[in-house]
């Protein structure tokens, strides 16, 4: 999770995010005994273990207050420059 807070997140990364939660979540949790028949455990029944956390969920959060951190920033560090940084030749 390092640095996430600058990842750039498609819809089809943050699906490939959750396929790749779950399956490390389900060799975390391991299987399920029923009545001597052993499974793995579906998508529900990890959601309801994980309480609704969300690795994508995570990450947004992440930038939300990365950029919290950098609107309190002195305006005279290059990062708080570059949040007030307006291009050459844009009408304001």
């Known amino acids: 999770m390092y640095s996430s807070q600058t990842w750039t997140l498609t819809a089809k990364d943050e699906n490939n995010l959750h396929i790749f939660e779950r399956q490390i979540l389900r060799k975390i949790f391991g ?15 990890i959601d ?3 309480e609704g956390a ?8 992440q930038r939300i207050k990365s950029l919290g951190h950098i609107q309190r920033m ?6 708080g420059k570059l949040l007030d940084w307006k291009p050459m030749g844009i009408d304001q």
């Open 74 to 79: 002195d305006q005279a560090r290059p990062t």
């Open 54 to 61: 969300d690795i994508v969920k995570f990450i947004k959060a």
């Open 31 to 45: 299987p399920v005994n029923i009545d001597i028949i052993w499974r793995i455990q579906n998508n529900m029944e």
């Open 48 to 50: 309801k273990l994980i």
